[in-house]
Structures are given as C-alpha cells and as structure tokens.
C-alpha cells in the first residue's frame, strides 16, 4: 500500500499534472474532508512562477465546485432528517445564516467553519447559484491573498533549498 501511494504521490508532483493536482486537492478540502490545499497552491507557485494566475483560478474553481458538493450534501441532508424527524431543527447557527442569505456563502473561505457553511447554505435551501457565486469571490480572494502573502513572505532561498 504505501509504495503505491508513494507511487502515485510521485506521479501527481510531476509538473505536467501540477494544476490538475491543484484542481483536486482543492475540490477536496473544499469538502467536509479536513485538508488544506493551500500548501499545495503554494508549492507549485514556488516551483513554476509563472504559474501563479493559473494556480489561483484553478485552485477558485476546484474549491468552489468542492464547495457546490458540500452545499448539495446539506441539502440531501435536510431532506433525510426532515423525513426522518418530521421537523425542523432550531439553532443559532441556523438562523444567523437564514439572515445573511447566500451572502454568508462569502465566508466559505473561512478555516473549520466555511466549509460546513456551505453544508448549512444547502440545509438551508439557499439559492443555489447566488451561494456558488458568493463562494467562488471569497475563495479568490482567499487563494490570492495566502499565496502572494506567503510568497512574499519565504525567502526566495527557501524555494532552492526544497
């Protein structure tokens, strides 16, 4: 087992699968699943600079349609406890994000709560494609902020030490 997922762990770290890795390991974070992508984002932007722009969108789009999955999970969700329960549950949380509508889908970048956000959004039976919308802006933002923040901050000897 672990010489094939050294295998393919080899495989995924050559540089013409660099953003289709990207695209998968952020499509996963963006999951319930605890991952991060951004280190991932980070790795191929310090090996490939020119890459940058083409690491953030890919890495926006693979996390907002993680995103999408996450929130079509919360609505199956509340479709099985309301049959299941024959009612609707009550909390803070709840109601918090009823307020804010797909708005509140903006903070799906958010480490530990966004992505359970977008599980709420689809419990919720937000609109679906306002809460896409709003995903995919926070997560931009998210990705351009961290990558360009940390490649400002490694020095550039950090890249030819890995």
């Not at 969108?57 to 993680?66: I, P, S, W, Y």
């Not at 896409?132 to 931009?140: I, S």
Request: positive net charge; aromatic residues 12%.
């Amino acid at each position: 087992m672990e010489t094939w997922i050294n295998a393919l762990l080899a495989t995924l770290a050559l540089p013409q699968y660099g953003l289709s890795t990207v695209f998968v390991v952020a499509l996963v974070s963006a999951t319930l699943l605890p991952m991060g992508s951004e280190p991932v984002v980070l790795g191929l932007v310090k090996l490939n600079p020119g890459l940058f722009w083409s690491a953030i969108m890919v890495a926006t789009v693979g996390n907002t349609l993680g995103g999408a999955v996450t929130w079509w999970m919360g609505y199956g969700a509340e479709r099985v406890f309301e049959r299941v329960a024959h009612k609707k549950p009550e909390a803070h949380a709840l109601r918090w994000l009823e307020r804010l509508g797909a708005k509140g889908c903006l903070l799906a970048w958010l480490p530990i709560v966004g992505d359970p956000l977008c599980a709420v959004a689809g419990w919720l039976r937000l609109p679906f494609w306002p809460c896409v919308a709003y995903m995919a802006v926070g997560k931009f933002a998210r990705y351009l902020t961290m990558t360009a923040g940390l490649l400002w901050l490694l020095p550039a000897s950090w890249s030819r030490a890995c």
